[in-house]
Nanobody, 126 residues
Framework: QVQLVESGGGLVQAGGSLTVSCPASGRTFSNYAMGWFRQGPGKEREFVAAISRSGGRTYYTESVKGRFTISRDNAKNTVYLQMNSLRPEDTAVYYC???????????????????WGQGTQVTVSS
């Protein structure tokens, strides 16, 4: 089992940048595919970005491509989401998620993940 705790959320102006982090505790972090999801006010939880076990492969939802970067540091047991050129529509609670896997997969569906953090609020003002 792995425990996830997001941090780094906050209030930022449109066009600004923010990096959210998700350190993991528990079993070997490098055995987990990781992802970031978000849930805006009155919206369903949606996929944002995914990264493979080694970090060699990444995938993004179309609306954040070129603005967001997912990365991981397996030595620090942490996954990051760097967010640039933020827009008001990026306002949401951001969640990290983990899936134990032996394959270098990229997972985009919430149901694919076994472990979730509690979320961190990101608010982008116009």
């Amino acid at each position: 089992q792995v425990q996830l705790v997001e941090s780094g959320g906050g209030l930022v102006q449109a066009g600004g940048s923010l990096t959210v982090s998700c350190p993991a505790s528990g079993r070997t972090f490098s055995n987990y595919a990781m992802g970031w999801f978000r849930q805006g006010p009155g919206k369903e939880r949606e996929f944002v970005a995914a990264i493979s076990r080694s970090g060699g492969r990444t995938y993004y939802t179309e609306s954040v491509k070129g603005r967001f970067t997912i990365s991981r540091d397996n030595a620090k047991n942490t996954v990051y989401l760097q967010m640039n050129s933020l827009r008001p529509e990026d306002t949401a609670v951001y969640y990290c998620a983990a899936k134990l896997t032996i394959e270098p997969v990229l997972l985009t569906r919430a149901n694919d993940y076994d472990y979730w953090g509690q979320g961190t609020q990101v608010t982008v003002s116009s």
